[in-house]
T-cell receptor, first 116, second 114 residues
Framework: NAGVTQTPKFRILKIGQSMTLQCAQDMNHNYMYWYRQDPGMGLKLIYYSVGAGITDKGEVPNGYNVSRSTTEDFPLRLELAAPSQTSVYFC???????????????FGSGTRLTVV | AQSVTQLDSQVPVFEEAPVELRCNYSSSVSVYLFWYVQYPNQGLQLLLKYLSGSTLVESINGFEAEFNKSQTSFHLRKPSVHISDTAEYFCAVTPYNQGGKLIFGQGTELSVKP
């Protein structure tokens, strides 16, 4: 089925470890996003990309890095995991053409990350 | 800059009762408005959206929302809820022609009891 695929679904990291959260979409969407969801806080934008080779910071980028080498993939990298990064991470994409935002986003099913 | 405030963090309601989930936003430019729903342990799904035209928009499962520009609100309503409507609901906005970033509210947890 077409959509946004995130892996892994769950992960436990120790403080200081690194990992990459994978995100892939097969809808030829130009725009891709990473959000984190914390209880009572809604979703906060970490990074976003408007196309291959172009990325930009969102509201809460500290402690994360991204790359966008292809249209399909948008991995999120945590270099030195900290307990404050315990969260549920969602990747999303939106359609091409200038007024993408009108159509809403397609979200992945999320990655639940715990840092201990 | 934009911000979204969902006025209730939790809304408990009995089955078949009406419900309203409140959403207010702040923006210096015009915005598109959305409601998303998140069922337990799942990602977010688009419930309905306001882009232009009629200020009352409806979803396929009986929810509706009304855009009120003067009050900068986009409240979500349903006249009769079901157990299956139990979920978290997020209001979100994105400004016209500014790259499509969604700004979310804090979420409202709707709990429908039998």
């Amino acid at each position: 089925n077409a959509g946004v695929t995130q892996t892994p679904k769950f992960r436990i990291l120790k403080i200081g470890q690194s990992m990459t959260l994978q995100c892939a979409q097969d809808m030829n969407h130009n725009y891709m996003y990473w959000y984190r969801q914390d209880p009572g806080m809604g979703l906060k934008l970490i990074y976003y990309s408007v196309g291959a080779g172009i990325t930009d910071k969102g509201e809460v980028p500290n402690g994360y890095n991204v790359s966008r080498s292809t249209t399909e993939d948008f991995p999120l990298r945590l270099e030195l995991a900290a307990p404050s990064q315990t969260s549920v991470y969602f990747c999303a994409s939106s359609p091409p053409n200038g007024r993408d935002s009108q159509y809403g986003y397609t979200f992945g099913s999320g990655t639940r990350l715990t840092v201990v | 800059a934009q911000s979204v405030t969902q006025l209730d963090s939790q809304v408990p309601v009995f089955e078949e009762a009406p419900v309203e989930l409140r959403c207010n936003y702040s923006s210096s430019v015009s915005v598109y408005l959305f409601w998303y729903v998140q069922y337990p342990n799942q990602g977010l799904q688009l419930l309905l959206k306001y882009l232009s035209g009629s200020t009352l928009v409806e979803s396929i499962n009986g929810f509706e929302a009304e855009f009120n520009k003067s009050q900068t609100s986009f409240h979500l309503r349903k006249p009769s809820v079901h157990i299956s409507d139990t979920a978290e609901y997020f209001c979100a906005v994105t400004p016209y022609n500014q790259g499509g970033k969604l700004i979310f509210g804090q979420g409202t947890e709707l709990s429908v009891k039998p």
